[in-house]
């Protein structure tokens, strides 16, 4: 079964940089829509960012947009999420997954992800 595996997490300064991996473990081509989830201490998980397999379609949470990239790259089977301008509120542990839907009115959805990386925390301090 593929496997999804989160690096890069760690910790930065409110208005820093930092990007996020989630390799696949699949040699195949990519036939899969994968996005990112975070989920905060005591929250739900809720979801950020999404991408289709072409690459071409992308989807954001409005707390997110405009700081924000979700992108991939085919040659490494690795989808990346930048993100720029942290804040504090953003600290959770980041999770991606596979979507099986890309319409933007069910790739938002929990429901709609089926496997799941072990996710990786982001720590944002003031």
């Known amino acids: 079964q593929m496997q999804l595996t989160e690096s890069g997490g760690g910790s930065a300064q409110a208005g820093d940089s930092l990007r996020i991996s989630c390799t696949v473990s699949e040699e195949a081509p990519p036939t899969y829509n994968l996005g990112w989830f975070r989920q905060a201490l005591g929250k739900e998980r809720e979801f950020v960012a999404v991408?289709?397999?072409?690459?071409?379609?992308?989807h954001y949470a409005d707390s997110v947009k405009g700081r924000f990239i979700i992108s991939r790259e085919f040659a490494k089977n690795t989808v990346f999420l930048q993100m720029n301008n942290l804040k504090p509120e953003d600290t959770a542990v980041y999770f991606c997954a596979r979507a099986t839907e890309i319409r933007s009115e069910l790739a938002t959805k929990i429901e709609t992800y089926d496997i799941w990386g072990q996710g990786i925390q982001i720590t944002v301090s003031s």
């Open positions: 991408i289709s397999r072409s690459g071409k379609i992308q």
